[in-house]
């Protein structure tokens, strides 16, 4: 399977609002709800934030949302944090991924 | 609480094998998926392969096929990634990250193992 294609790089103010894309095929990202997203630190392991397209787990923020429509999945970020800086990849039926967003706070 | 604990970094050479191991904690090891997902340098996730701790059963990326081995050993709640035929383009941070169903997500992640291949 081919990667996902997600922008290489979003920016942000504090207190905005961003959105990263995934885009993939009618086989994994249209075809299922099993799209996920993970946040990144540098030297860090993933985390995961979003699971099956909209569902935050336990513990993390509200400000994180989740959608698809079609092909495309998308995470939302309100509220722009210093904190959320960092490389946010999706996946997809848990073997494929995208190559990965930088998320710059301005 | 659930945890994922990685072996060491490791320094190997060319043509040689590693063999990373994950140990679990927190949960019951044989009710849930554990993947391996590698990162090289600079550049994004790599999924590798899975592994059903409750029957040792597995499936592998074709790209790693024939080169990497995925085990368990329930009786330490461990599961072991050996890769061999070691090449430079290899070096990388290796995860194991833990799946309640083979298609969905990873939750938690190890803290990742770093292996260089270097001559």
């Known amino acids: 399977q081919s990667a996902l294609t997600q922008p290489a790089s979003v920016s942000g103010s504090p207190g905005q609002s961003i959105t990263i894309s995934c885009t993939g095929t009618s086989s994994d990202v249209g075809g299922y709800n099993y799209v996920s997203w993970y946040q990144q630190h540098p030297g860090k392991a993933p985390k995961l934030m979003i699971y099956d397209v909209s569902n935050r787990p336990s513990g993390v923020s509200n400000r994180f949302s989740g959608s698809k429509s079609g092909n495309t999945a998308s995470l939302t970020i309100s509220g722009l944090q210093a904190e959320d800086e960092a490389d946010y990849y999706c996946s997809s039926l848990g073997r494929v991924f995208g190559g990965g967003t930088k998320l710059t706070v301005l | 609480q659930v945890q994922l604990v990685q072996s060491g970094a490791e320094v190997k050479k060319p043509g040689a094998s590693v063999k990373v191991s994950c140990k679990a904690s927190g949960y019951t090891f044989t009710s849930y998926y554990m993947h391996w997902v590698r990162q090289a340098p600079g550049q994004g996730l790599e999924w590798m392969g899975i592994?059903?701790?409750?029957?040792?059963?597995?499936s592998y990326a074709q790209k790693f096929q024939g080169r990497v081995t995925m085990t368990r050993d329930t009786s330490t709640s461990t599961v072991y990634m050996e890769l061999s035929s070691l090449r430079s383009e290899d070096t990388a941070v290796y995860y194991c990250?833990?799946?309640?169903?083979?298609?969905?997500?990873?939750?938690?992640w190890g803290q990742g193992t770093l292996v260089t291949v270097s001559s």
């Open positions: 990250a833990r799946a309640p169903t083979p298609d969905n997500w990873f939750d938690p």
């Open positions: 592994i059903n701790p409750s029957g040792g059963s597995t």
